[in-house]
């Protein structure tokens, strides 16, 4: 009986030892209020130094303090998304950047936002021979971007990468027609030379495309097409127009010189 008091007796006083050995609870500690006058612009000295990690720590506790219709918050959310783009995070750079456009489209932010947004797109676009997804994106952006701030120093500065990007997609669209043309696939080939003609007008393959869309009909004996390609060929690519052997002769009346749509009619 004496042995089992003691065993009791141990137990218990390692029961106590090991409650005493735990460490006692502490409050939580509260995050400190965010000052915007002053952790905004500490988180803008910390992104121009290149610190892109604290600033979008700063950035991130001050937009959960802020009101959603404060002031501040466009630019808090642009250098968030503009964070996210330096740090090589460019699927969420882009999501946050087409936010910032939408949700503040009145502010300052939403053309340089816009670019943005196809900047982390054309920056995913890594293989355009297999998957044109994100330079389709990027193209689409901005052409809005175009279309939305016509005027703006971001609009200037996406004409660019929308010339490289047309002229890649109709290289590429252009190619694919050739590889039809070859097999004498014609209706393929016409379907590939007419998406040139009329998705990338400015490109430098348009009066290519539109050459062997030519030589397309005149293979399959589509007459009417024919003498509407060779039309617009000679309107548009008067030089070029000197080498479509299959063309029939221009009609008297024909003038290159006259006033003509700023697209050919594929």
């Known amino acids: 009986m004496k042995r089992y008091r003691r065993i009791g007796t141990l137990l218990l006083v390692l029961a106590v030892g090991i409650a005493a050995c735990r460490p006692r609870g502490r409050a939580p500690r509260s995050e400190p209020m965010s000052q915007p006058d002053v952790d905004i612009p500490r988180a803008l000295e910390l992104f121009h130094r290149g610190d892109f990690r604290k600033a979008q720590t700063i950035l991130q506790r001050v937009s959960y303090q802020l009101a959603p219709g404060a002031p501040e918050m466009a630019q808090v959310r642009y250098y ?43 920056r995913l676009w890594h293989r355009p021979e297999l998957d044109p997804s994100y330079g389709e994106t990027a193209l689409a ?17 996406a004409r660019p990468h929308v010339r490289r990007l047309e002229n890649e997609f109709a290289e590429k669209t252009y190619k694919t027609g050739i590889f039809y043309m070859r097999r004498k696939a014609w209706d393929s080939a016409i379907i590939y030379f007419k998406d040139v003609i009329a998705n990338y007008p400015t490109s430098g393959r348009a009066s290519d495309a539109l050459l062997r869309l030519v030589e397309s009909y005149h293979a399959i004996g589509y007459k009417q097409e024919l003498e509407e390609a060779c039309e617009n060929l000679r309107r548009f690519y008067p030089n070029v127009a000197k080498d479509a052997r299959s063309c029939p002769p221009a009609p008297a009346d024909s003038s290159a010189t006259s006033s003509t749509p700023s697209t050919p009619t594929p």
């Not at 330096?86 to 503040?104: H, I, M, N, P």
């Not at 952006?141 to 500065?157: H, K, N, T, V």
């Open 80 to 122: 968030l998304a503009e964070s996210w783009f330096q740090l090589g995070d460019y699927v969420q750079a882009a999501s946050d950047f087409r936010k910032v456009a939408d949700e503040f489209s009145l502010t300052e932010y939403a053309p340089i936002a816009l670019l943005r947004a196809g900047d982390s797109n054309l």
């Open 141 to 157: 952006i901005y052409q809005e971007l175009a279309g939305r701030f016509p005027d703006s120093d971001a609009a200037a500065r």
